[in-house]
């Protein structure tokens, strides 16, 4: 992906990043890297491990927060309905981030773009790489 639309994706994320191949990456499924061997690309894959997990820490920290009294089962149910693959991929929507998505052949075949499953993959691999990119 070229720098420019790089830079149109900081700019609706509201952070910059110190290195722009961590935002690359996080938009790199893995049917694409399959596809471009020659290339020396890494799917976002990692990422979107380590974004599952910044995520997780986040909510809870924000719900314990905000509901000091609760008792662990209510948070839990109440993570359980905040992060789950539809909101996460709400989410995606409204950063545009399928747009950006570098997809396979057969991925965009099929509609990738659109599908909830890797918009929510994606979402996870930008929190990651963001959260990495911070470190």
């Known amino acids: 992906m070229d720098e420019v639309s790089l830079q149109g994706l900081e700019f609706t994320l509201e952070y910059h990043f110190r290195d722009l191949q ?3 990456q996080s938009l790199c499924h893995r049917s694409f890297v ?3 061997p020659g290339m020396g690309l890494r799917d976002n894959e990692l990422l979107e491990f380590l974004g599952d997990a910044v995520l997780e820490l986040a909510i809870r920290s924000l719900l314990m927060s ?3 009294m609760a008792k662990e089962g209510e948070l839990t149910k109440i993570k359980s309905s905040l ?3 539809a909101s996460l991929a709400m989410l995606a929507r409204d950063l545009n981030l399928g747009k950006y998505l570098k997809l ?3 991925e965009e075949l099929t509609h990738g773009r659109e599908k909830d499953s890797l918009l ?3 979402f996870e691999a930008v ?3 963001v959260y ?4």
């Open 127 to 129: 929190s990651g790489a």
């Open 83 to 85: 992060v789950n693959e």
């Open 22 to 24: 961590l935002l690359d």
């Open 104 to 106: 396979g052949r057969g």
């Open 66 to 68: 905000s509901f000091p």
């Open 34 to 36: 399959n596809e471009n």
């Open 120 to 122: 929510a993959d994606c």
């Open 132 to 135: 990495q990119d911070g470190r």
